[in-house]
């Protein structure tokens, strides 16, 4: 199974920007789907964004939408969280994960092989 490891997080200002890294152990990281989800204390792991194997299809939860872009480097067993204009609703861990199934779904039931996760935090 794929080992993932998150980096990048921090803490950063309002309006500030941040890129998130995950790298992906093993030969078949370009056969799976990805994803970024985030949790903060209490409450639920959330979807963030995903990208399909090829990255040509990537969905992002609507809070994200126009701030967040998800790619990703097959050659180099990659995938990125590029977070613009981040506000402290943003703050949490971030986590990375592969896709159990073809399909991108935002639950976090449909993905394995999650990291140990990336702190970001958002100051006002």
């Known amino acids: 199974q794929a080992q993932l490891v998150e980096s990048g997080g921090g803490v950063v200002q309002a309006g500030g920007s941040l890129r998130l890294s995950c790298a992906a152990s093993?030969?078949?990281?370009?056969?799976?789907?990805m994803g970024w989800f985030r949790q903060t204390p209490g409450k639920e792991r959330e979807f963030v964004a995903a990208?399909?194997?090829?990255?040509?299809?990537?969905p992002y939860a609507d809070s994200v939408k126009g701030r967040f872009t998800i790619s990703r480097d097959n050659a180099k067993n990659k995938v990125y969280l590029q977070m613009n204009s981040l506000n402290p609703e943003d703050t949490g861990v971030y986590y990375c994960?592969?896709?159990?199934?073809?399909?991108?779904?935002?639950?976090?039931?449909?993905?394995?092989?999650w990291g140990q996760g990336t702190q970001v935090t958002v100051s006002t």
């Open positions: 994960a592969r896709s159990r199934d073809i399909r991108l779904g935002d639950r976090p039931g449909e993905y394995e092989s």
């Open positions: 093993g030969r078949t990281f370009n056969l799976y789907g």
């Open positions: 990208s399909s194997r090829r990255g040509n299809t990537t």
